[in-house]
């Protein structure tokens, strides 16, 4: 758990921190357990301009989402909540909208938030139908996720949380860290 919560501190690469263990290990045992259009969270910041910016605190500690599983979720005010699509490969590799896809689509889904509620879903470069997306309605408790979800009409426009101008890469691209802060740049 401490892992979890100080991983701002002591994260020098988002590709090295996430195929790490045990944070693998657990991506591995979510895969087995859960339904194949699940979605894994991985990280949260913003867009500050042309730049992604990591640089919030995790506000629920991590979540029991399964009786069998343990992963770290947690809600962000404003800003942008991302989630690892869930692949029956357990290695994690970092794609941009405007880059090729593989078979493996980290941050393929992305959410808008404000006040704590949901505003937008992104896969890809698309806006996802809210109908097809799986919402909660309420903050994560220290529960289990319920197994209903509700959308609530949504009454804040936001732009996209990313466009196709920003890239989302670690293998060729570079990632730097500065006061604590870390952001991807064009």
């Known amino acids: 758990?401490?892992?979890f919560?100080?991983?701002l501190e002591v994260?020098?690469?988002l590709e090295t921190y996430i195929l790490a263990e045990p944070i693998l290990e657990y991506l591995r045992?979510?895969?087995e357990i859960t339904d194949p259009n699940e979605y894994v969270l991985y990280v949260e910041g913003r867009l500050e301009g042309r730049s992604l910016i990591f640089d919030r605190e995790p506000l629920?500690?991590?979540?029991?989402l399964h009786e069998k599983a343990v992963m770290p979720f947690w809600v962000p005010h404003d800003g942008?909540?991302?989630f690892i699509h869930k692949h029956p490969y357990p290695f994690i590799r970092f794609s941009g909208?405007?880059?090729s896809y593989t078979h493996m689509y980290p941050f393929a889904v992305a959410f808008l938030w404000c006040g704590g509620h949901i505003v937008q879903a992104i896969y890809r470069d698309m806006v996802i139908a809210q109908e097809k997306v799986k919402i909660l309605d309420m903050p994560l408790k220290n529960t289990n996720l319920p197994e209903k979800f509700e959308f609530k009409e949504k009454e804040i426009a936001f732009p996209l949380i990313w466009d196709k101008r920003v890239?989302?890469?670690t293998k060729y691209f570079s990632i730097e860290k500065r006061n604590k802060v870390m952001w991807i740049d064009k």
């Open 11 to 13: 994260v020098e690469n």
């Open 5 to 7: 919560l100080k991983w």
């Open 29 to 31: 045992k979510f895969d």
């Open 60 to 64: 629920v500690p991590p979540q029991h």
């Open 1 to 3: 758990m401490e892992k």
């Open 80 to 82: 942008f909540w991302g």
């Open 97 to 99: 909208p405007d880059q």
């Open 167 to 169: 890239k989302l890469e």
